[in-house]
Nanobody, 111 residues
Framework: QVQLVESGGGLVQPGGSLRLSCAAS????????LGWYRQAPGKQRELVAT???????NYADSVKGRFTISRDNAKNTVYLQMNSLKPEDTAVYYC?????WGQGTQVTVSS
């Protein structure tokens, strides 16, 4: 049974940073692509970043240069380092692998 558990969300001021983590279990972690998505109130869930098994990364244009996705296969964990946060980054952030989703972690950017 695949399980994804996100952590690291919170309230941060504009310009601040947060690092999200997603711990996975029940899968062969190292051979799977992983992704971070987000959903703001009243909006559809959107792609933030993905990382392949070979560590190739892809980012939404809105976060390029500010966010970095990485993975630690020894810890079965994928990370999302978020810098220079903006109010429009406020959303629930979800980890994804295959067809599975975590429960989400809230990120709020506000002064």
């Amino acid at each position: 049974q695949v399980q994804l558990v996100e952590s690291g969300g919170g309230l941060v001021q504009p310009g601040g940073s947060l690092r999200l983590s997603c711990a996975a279990s029940g899968i062969i972690f190292s051979t799977n692509a992983l992704g971070w998505y987000r959903q703001a109130p009243g909006k559809q869930r959107e792609l933030v970043a993905t990382i392949s098994s070979g560590r190739r990364t892809n980012y939404a244009d809105s976060v390029k240069g500010r966010f970095t996705i990485s993975r630690d296969n020894a810890k079965n964990t994928v990370y999302l380092q978020m810098n220079s946060l903006k109010p429009e980054d406020t959303a629930v952030y979800y980890c994804n692998v295959l067809t599975k989703w975590g429960q989400g972690t809230q990120v709020t950017v506000s002064s």
